[in-house]
């Protein structure tokens, strides 16, 4: 692959949610500015630029990421899935959203579509999930609103009732 | 419809824990945060060069390069700022300017020095790298009990002490009750810096519109409004030509959102002086050093007492560290919880001495808890010691002292109006349902077992809706009676529009509580309609919407202050509905009912009318409305409670409308090797009146609760001696994460308010107040089970904290190893980077002596130096690259040897500083003469400061034992002339030597 | 809080990496997981001309089982070592300590051979190397170098890795029979950097520990069998020589009452689960 030099703005492709993207991004400018500032969505939020808050979390091909730690570059061609993928088209919430609002799982809302997009991934690997493991997962997120304790309800009802772990049993 | 409506009758949505409508749009990602806000085409964006010293003059600027830099549009100083704007107005008579941008010194580690504003983000920063400032660095007062001593260095020298304020108070007959007690105990209190952080940080969109003279801002502000005329005044701006506009959607304010307004008055001078808008968008680092904390408070109390463990008085004496500057709405801290000084004991004789110390730290500000967690962490120590001193149950000391049943509305002594409540039932249902009892099983059972296991109690009252009279106490009272204030204005609009849907706005500005579902629910009540059919829009802009000075998000105000004046105007579109209504239905508009959507004759519900015909007529036939009765349904509500009065003639104040209860137990346990504190149980009991929602309100619990665990065991804003902020990222300001934080059991009981006319009181600000103190109380109760003295026990109670007090005595090993050195105890932080050793060169001391004292040689020396300058006689100037490992940064170097004894040892002194930081030391090198060379020895003492002591904490003495050695390294390099040092033979003989691991 | 700029190569091959590396030289760094460089790019605290990628070279993503060492490619994610299924039967000590590095999140982008590269003091794959005596291998347009964990890390954020050699990979030694391997450390959080990190091995006439967090490197010191107070006796002397420094979060005093507490306790476990 050429160089891509500096202080030029190169274009860079993404499917995002499912569809083509294109913008133009210098190496250095982060996922999380590309993301907010040259597309335009709304729900990578930025809360530490240093890979602690998890506020910026996203997938990449499917694998959890710090937007705030990836260069818009490096995600050239790649899947990108953010939580405005996991409404359906007409807005109707997914089981796992619903559970967020059943429970009071958010208060601003700031930290929580990085956080789900961390659980999306996590339950596709354990879909039922103790709630000791479940708290380690989500201590790679910080909120400041809820003290956790509804989100932490909300996954465990999730997986109880609707996730993949319920439809196996 | 008859039966529906009676059902719809009984379905009352206040009180029921209702779904928020916001969560919808944020669980999607499509709420629009500021930093998605629209801007123009051509807009700006800012970046902040901020002081990387605690106290300095400002000699020179040079901002030429970076105003060459590419995307520049601006480059502004202090200077550029004092000549088009005021100093900031504060609450104190005294000289203590400021502007928005430093003029003349800097003050804190973040002070911002000058703002550069290009074409993106991106160049913004690029060109900070190019501005020259040039400082004279003086001695920094940083401990603040050390500020109010004379001689002291000053923060602000034209105020002639860092002392700004002293106020004493006087309830009672303090002096007859401790003349009286049976003994006296007194605690002297430390509650440290810290802050809620909210996630989303400070943003600022301005733009100067000078055909009208007007700046229009939108940002992440929370208010108090108070602030909006001290940014109109410093602007130079009739207070109309300042439109603040804020989003819906905001990520957390928790009170620090306040002090956006430093930041707004920037960016709108940015805007003015680079004729475009400017948008700046706070990073964490600047949050962190620069945003703002709560204050830090030395408290020593005294409780007056009696062997049956009843208090009659107390006294205290409240220092608070306000940091650099006192921006509004401060002392607030020391103020807002005057009234409530005996907290939630009948004590009636009171002495107070509050004092405000200015220090070399971030200003302080508004923090959820606003002074209560300062306040009751003294308070509730201390009856904690009352109790282990004449060896009661605490919780018996508790019982004794509460304000008791039945007496209700109580004036507290320093002018509370305790509104409501049975404290003691609360505590009795909390102890019952929550099991203390067994919790002191649990606790004897695991004494026996050895292991440290204590139980913590507290109790506190919550003030919600602060009295905006109450700063006026810090006042004289001549000089207040000149001006007084008082009251606490809220504002909300009905709308209901010609197809009859209901809209609602409010000067609420919400931060995250679900104003817009309470705000439904509160509406939908009202008109018989349901929380769906209520559309709640709480973006807020001063140029179109309702608003006093009371206006924003704090003091817990919403559930009676917002709530009341949106109840307040659903009422009115409710009466005028019905006198529309009336004619027709004919029944008397008082006697008509509202539900399931239409208006009825509750005495024959068939007798009715669909509420949007009633409401369109008012807007397509007005010329049919009752005599006199104006067009359309739009209806403001403004309330302020009238027990908000002015501080009378005693110095008693009211300083906010309702008071719940709260009172916590918990039981925690300490690991003995790790000295780690785990909250076993947590019991929190909330009697905040009527829960309007108890779904947020458990929320508003829970959220406290955690922060509450986060300023017990891990937060705080670390600085140096020197005045070095230590705590620049979230590596090193601890948030507890979701393993950390336990779910507490919460128990209710709803005393309603008297005062607040929806019944409700606030909660979202208890746990603030009462957990740090309960956890801290079981930690003591387990520590004094070992015999430990915890008079000092000071939050956060960090495991290297408590390890000290459990370890005991550290043992050297046994003999035979002499070259096993001590190891000096030192303070966890604060201290200067010190450190020694010695190397050999095989070159007699004359010849390490020449190199020493030899420009050329010492600029070979000299790790990554570029070229040396010599400015006199062993003094230089170097351009360096220095760092460790890929931490590299360019630094301006200045060398000086003297103490000079030739060829035996010298003193090497010196600074760095660049971008990245700035740096200043000395150190001694020793040459003794051996064999076959010289043994050089040296020690060094480093302070550090800047970005990378902010963030680089973990590392720094590392960092500058590896530069020194790299020193050394090439100094035996240079004299030994081999090659580079590193992997030469040169480190074996190192690692040989021991000097190298 | 945005990084300076930088050129961005991303790698194909390994042989473009160090073709790569050899003609940029000392202004290039290589990103691989980036959760320990962009943080510092963020920072301005290092400002490389040059980011060389390798997190999409197929051929260095693996988990490679040898006789006596288990291999892990340049751009192998750490999660991916996690969720490797023979980890705890080979790798014992680091099935303990992966659960400790940083979260779920950075685990899923963070390399194995990045975190050596880093070479922070106190993480947990550096520690286990060198408590392990496991190698590095280096690799640049002059051929292959393998190092071993001692020589390779020589202090805070430092390593023998010259400027043209990329960290090829990283070989970690399989669990030998009648060993018993254990890890704890303590953080103030969960996935917090360690105050002290502590991986021990015992065998049936030794006695292995490596202490992270402490020194300006990961430090391993072996013992003869020792039980009750030698043990304590050894470990003390052991806390002693580290020194250990002052942060924030600790002080050196409480960093060497870690070891000498947990160091005990540790030991104690990895005696127990000898095999």
């Known amino acids: 692959m050429p160089q891509l030099n500096r202080d030029v703005r190169h274009p860079v492709s993404l499917t995002l949610n499912g569809k083509k993207v294109q913008g133009h991004a210098e190496p250095r400018m982060l996922l999380s500015d590309f993301l907010t500032h040259e597309i335009g969505i709304t729900s990578c939020h930025v809360g530490c630029e240093h890979g602690v808050c998890g506020a910026c979390t996203v997938l990449i091909d499917g694998n959890v990421s710090r937007a705030c730690l990836t260069f818009a570059v490096q995600a050239d061609g790649a899947a990108v899935d953010t939580a405005e993928s996991l409404a359906d088209d007409e807005g109707e919430l997914s089981a796992l959203q619903q559970a967020f609002k059943k429970h009071h799982g958010l208060q601003c809302g700031y930290c929580t579509p990085g956080i789900l997009m961390s659980i999306t991934a996590y339950l596709k690997e354990k879909p039922k999930p103790t709630e000791d493991e479940l708290r380690d997962m989500l201590s790679g997120h910080l909120c400041r609103c809820t003290g956790y304790v509804g989100m932490v309800r909300a996954v465990l009802d999730y997986c109880e009732n609707s996730g993949a772990g319920a439809k196996a049993e | 419809m008859a039966d529906d409506a009676a059902v719809a009758l009984k379905e009352r949505y206040v009180g029921q824990p209702v779904e928020r409508v916001e969560d919808a749009t944020l669980l999607t990602g499509k709420a629009q945060f500021s930093d998605h806000l629209p801007t123009r085409a051509g807009t700006l964006h800012a970046a902040i060069l901020r002081s990387p010293h605690a106290h300095a003059r400002i000699l020179s600027i040079d901002t030429s390069k970076a105003a060459a830099r590419p995307g520049v549009a601006a480059v502004i100083t202090g200077e550029d700022v004092r000549a088009i704007s005021d100093p900031f107005l504060i609450v104190l008579r005294q000289p203590m300017h400021q502007w928005a941008l430093a003029v003349d010194k800097v003050r804190y580690v973040g002070d911002p020095v000058v703002c550069v504003v290009a074409d993106d983000r991106y160049h913004a920063e690029d060109a900070l790298a190019f501005i020259d400032v040039e400082y004279e660095v003086l001695p920094a007062v940083v401990d603040q009990e050390a500020a109010c001593e004379d001689g002291m260095p000053l923060v602000h020298e034209a105020m002639g002490a860092n002392v700004a304020s002293v106020r004493d108070f006087t309830y009672g007959d303090p002096d007859k009750a401790f003349a009286e007690a049976d003994r006296i105990v007194k605690l002297r209190t430390y509650y440290p810096r810290n802050s809620q952080t909210p996630l989303e940080g400070f943003v600022v969109n301005a733009e100067y519109h000078s055909g009208e003279n007007l700046y229009d801002v939108a940002s992440n502000y929370q208010g108090p409004f108070t602030s909006h005329p001290v940014m109109s005044l410093a602007l130079r701006v009739r207070n109309s030509q300042l439109r603040m506009r804020t989003p819906q959607w905001s990520g957390g304010g928790f009170g620090i959102k306040v002090q956006i307004f430093p930041y707004v008055v920037l960016m709108c001078l940015a805007s003015k002086i680079a004729g475009r808008p400017v948008k700046w968008v706070e990073d964490r680092l600047e949050h962190l050093a620069a945003a703002a904390a709560a204050p830090n408070r030395v408290t020593t109390i005294e409780a007056a007492v009696k062997n049956d463990g009843t208090v009659t008085a107390f006294r205290f004496d409240q220092l608070d560290d306000y940091g650099a500057f006192l921006r509004a709405p401060m002392p607030g801290p020391l103020y807002r919880m005057h009234g409530i000084l005996t907290g939630a004991y009948d004590i009636k004789n009171l002495a107070v001495t509050n004092r405000v110390v200015m220090t070399n730290k971030c200003p302080s500000s508004m923090v959820r808890g606003f002074g209560g967690p300062q306040m009751y962490f003294a308070i509730e120590r201390l009856m904690h010691k009352v109790a282990v001193e004449i060896g009661m149950d605490p919780l018996e000391v508790m019982r004794r002292n509460l304000v008791p049943e039945g007496v209700f509305p109580y004036r507290a002594a320093a002018g509370a109006l305790l509104d409501s409540g049975n404290y003691p039932e609360a505590i009795e249902r909390a102890v019952n349902e929550g099991g203390l009892a067994e919790l002191v099983r649990r606790r004897d059972a695991a004494r026996k077992e050895g292991r440290l296991y204590g139980i913590g109690l507290a109790t506190i009252v919550e003030p919600a809706q602060s009295n905006m009279g109450y700063l006026s106490n810090i006042l004289p009272r001549d000089e207040r009676a000149r001006n007084p204030k008082g009251g606490a204005v809220a504002n909300a609009t009905v709308n209901v529009d010609p197809l009859g849907t209901v809209s609602v706005t409010a000067d609420s500005i919400p931060q995250g509580q679900g104003h817009m579902t309470v705000l439904a629910q509160i509406v939908a009540d009202e008109l018989g309609l349901t929380p769906d059919d209520i559309k709640v829009s709480l973006d807020f802009d001063t140029a179109k919407d309702a608003w006093s000075i009371a206006t924003g998000n704090y003091s817990s105000r919403f559930s009676s202050a917002t709530a009341v004046a949106a109840s307040k105007a659903a009422r009115k579109v409710r009466d005028k509905l019905a006198r529309i209504a009336a004619p027709g239905l004919n029944v008397e508009p008082e006697k008509l009912e509202f539900a399931g959507g239409k208006i009825f004759d509750p005495v024959n519900p068939d007798n009715a009318v669909n509420l949007y015909r009633v409401a369109g007529s008012a807007h397509w036939t007005p010329g049919n409305l009752p005599e006199g009765m104006e067009p359309c349904v739009r209806e403001t509500g403004s309330w302020s409670p009238p027990e908000l009065e002015s501080p009378n003639e005693l110095d008693q104040i009211n300083t906010s409308l309702t008071y719940g209860f709260v009172f916590d137990f918990c039981g925690i346990e300490i690991d003995r090797d790790t000295g780690m504190v785990r909250i076993d149980k947590y019991v929190t009991m909330h009697d905040s009146g009527v829960l309007l929602n108890p779904l947020i309100a458990n929320g508003q619990v829970y959220g406290a609760f955690a922060w509450a665990v986060g300023c017990a065991l891990f937060e705080e804003f670390v600085y140096g001696d020197d005045g070095s902020f230590k705590t620049g990222t979230f590596a090193d300001y ?14 209710h009981m709803e005393s309603p308010s008297t005062v607040s006319p929806l019944g409700a009181k606030g909660i979202g600000e208890g ?23 915890t008079d000092d026990l000071a939050l956060p109670l960090h495991p290297s904290r408590i ?39 095989p070159a007699p001391p004359e010849e390490v002596w020449r190199t020493l004292l030899d420009e050329d040689s010492l600029a070979a020396v000299i790790p990554g130096c570029h070229r040396l300058d010599r400015l006199g006689e062993n003094d230089y100037r170097a351009d360096v690259s220095v760092g460790v490992g890929p931490v590299r940064g360019r630094f301006i170097a200045k060398v000086k040897l003297d103490e000079l004894v030739e060829p035996e040892s010298a003193k090497l002194s010196g600074s760095l500083t660049g971008p990245l930081g700035a740096s200043q030391g000395e150190g001694h090198v020793r040459l003794t003469p051996e064999a076959n060379g010289t043994r050089v020895s040296y020690d060094y003492s480093i302070v550090l400061t800047g970005t990378v002591a902010s963030v680089g904490g973990r590392m720094l003495e590392g960092a500058a034992r590896a530069l020194v050695r790299q020193f050394f390294n090439r100094l035996v390099a240079q004299v030994g002339g081999g090659p580079e040092p590193a992997e030469s033979w040169w480190s074996r003989l190192l690692r040989e030597l021991g000097i190298r691991k | 809080m945005k990084p300076a700029s930088f050129d961005y190569v991303r790698a194909a091959s390994q042989e473009e990496a160090v073709e790569t590396l050899a003609r940029k030289g000392e202004d290039a760094r290589i990103i691989a997981g980036g959760m320990s460089l962009v943080p510092m790019l963020n920072f301005r605290l290092t400002e490389p001309g040059t980011l060389i990628d390798i997190s999409k070279i197929a051929d260095m993503n693996y988990v490679r089982a040898g006789g006596e060492k288990v291999e892990i490619g340049a751009s192998t994610r750490q999660a991916t070592l996690e969720r490797w299924p023979e980890l705890s039967a080979k790798l014992p000590l680091l099935a303990a300590a992966i659960p400790y590095i940083g979260h779920y999140q950075t685990r899923a982008r963070g390399t194995v051979c990045g975190s050596l590269a880093h070479a922070d003091p106190s993480s947990e794959l550096p520690l286990c190397l060198a408590t392990l005596g496991g190698e590095v291998v280096l690799r640049s347009t002059d051929g292959e170098r393998v190092l071993t964990a001692e020589e390779f890390q020589t202090g805070m954020l430092s390593t023998a890795k010259r400027a043209d050699e990329i960290v090829a990979a990283a070989r970690y030694p399989v669990a030998r029979p009648g060993h018993g391997y254990a890890f704890t450390e303590m953080a103030q959080r969960r996935g917090d950097f360690a105050i002290v990190a502590l991986a021990a091995v015992a065998s049936g006439t030794r006695l292995r520990l490596g202490v992270g967090g402490v020194a300006d490197k990961p430090m391993v010191h072996e013992w003869d069998m020792l039980e009750g107070g030698a043990l304590d006796d050894a470990l003390n002397e052991f806390a002693w020589d580290l020194g250990g420094y002052d942060d924030i979060h600790a002080t050196a005093r409480y960093r060497r009452e870690l070891v000498r507490r947990l160091g005990r306790r540790l030991i104690e476990e990895a005696k127990s689960c000898r095999n």
């Open chain 2, 734 to 747: 601890l948030v507890p994460t979701s393993f950390e934080v336990p779910e507490p059991q919460i128990l």
């Open chain 2, 767 to 789: 746990n603030c107040m009462s957990t740090p103190v309960c956890i801290a109380n079981a930690v003591a109760d387990a520590l004094e089970a070992e015999g430990v003295n």
């Open chain 2, 803 to 841: 390890a000290k007090l459990i370890h005991g005595a550290e043992t050297a090993p046994a003999a035979g190893r002499p070259e096993l050195r001590p190891h000096p105890e030192k303070p966890a932080a604060g201290h200067m980077l010190t450190g020694d050793g010695e190397t050999f060169v």
